[in-house]
């Protein structure tokens, strides 16, 4: 049972381009979340996403940024325009479900974006 | 809102030494569920643990032990003679459930630094 897949690991990008980080949840788990995690800092909710749902982007800065989670196929966090700011670890996160019989959350292995 | 803290920014140990974690929390909810996750230098983060709100019972698992006190908000990580290996930065997290949606917030993390 593979874990949660996250590719690329390691994305480099020009400023203005755009960039797009996979993730493949855990066989049997329909939650996905994004977190960005700065130099130095811990980790910051950005998005949680079900099959073709966005339940919560609050943590999503306005522009530039999008997420989806389409029926098929994995979850795709979109980055236009990039910025130097936008360098960080993204790590990506799955769940079955919400409830009472929630497990840990399993984080894939994230994508290093460097903007140059 | 929910609120982790993790006041020790980085510690320094020599093998063999115990060593706690602290972290401290903040929330409204009755309902909630506590994590420890280990992020070694290589980037992946790693679930150590997941405790809800309505068990204290303390934790042990081979060198590693947790002690949930909701009295002082409180859900401490040790670690029992410490190795190398365990150098590393632990991320404490705290997930309510308003509405259902158990997402989880990190604190900055403390990183260990475990010295042969």
């Known amino acids: 049972n593979a874990g949660v897949m996250q590719n690329p690991r390691h994305l480099v990008r020009r400023r203005g381009q755009e960039a797009r980080l996979r993730c493949s949840p855990m066989k049997g788990h329909s939650h996905v979340y994004w977190y960005r995690q700065l130099p130095e800092e811990g980790l910051k909710f950005m998005v949680y996403?079900?099959?073709?749902?966005?339940?919560?982007e609050s943590g999503m800065p306005k522009e530039r940024f999008s997420a989806e989670f389409p029926k098929e196929g994995p979850s795709i966090l979109r980055i236009q325009q990039v910025v130097r700011g936008d360098s960080a670890a993204y790590f990506c996160?799955?769940?079955?479900?919400?409830?009472?019989?929630?497990?840990?959350?399993?984080f894939g292995s994230g994508t290093r974006l460097t903007v140059v | 809102a929910q609120k982790v803290t993790q006041a020790q920014t980085e510690i320094s140990v020599v093998e063999k030494e115990d060593v706690t974690l602290d972290c401290v929390y903040e929330t409204r909810d009755t309902t909630y569920y506590l994590f420890w996750y280990k992020q070694p230098p290589s980037g992946e983060l790693v679930f150590l643990i997941r405790?809800?709100?309505?068990?204290?019972q303390n934790e042990i698992s081979g060198r590693y032990s947790w002690n949930f006190q909701k009295s002082t908000s409180s859900f401490n990580f040790t670690i029992t003679a410490s190795q190398v290996v365990d150098s590393a930065v632990y991320f404490c997290a705290l997930s309510e459930a308003p509405g259902g949606s158990y997402i989880p917030t990190f604190g900055r993390g403390t990183s260990l630094i475990v010295h042969p």
């Open positions: 405790r809800n709100s309505f068990d204290e």
């Open positions: 996160a799955s769940s079955p479900a919400t409830g009472q019989d929630n497990y840990g959350y399993t």
């Open positions: 996403l079900q099959k073709e749902n966005i339940i919560d």
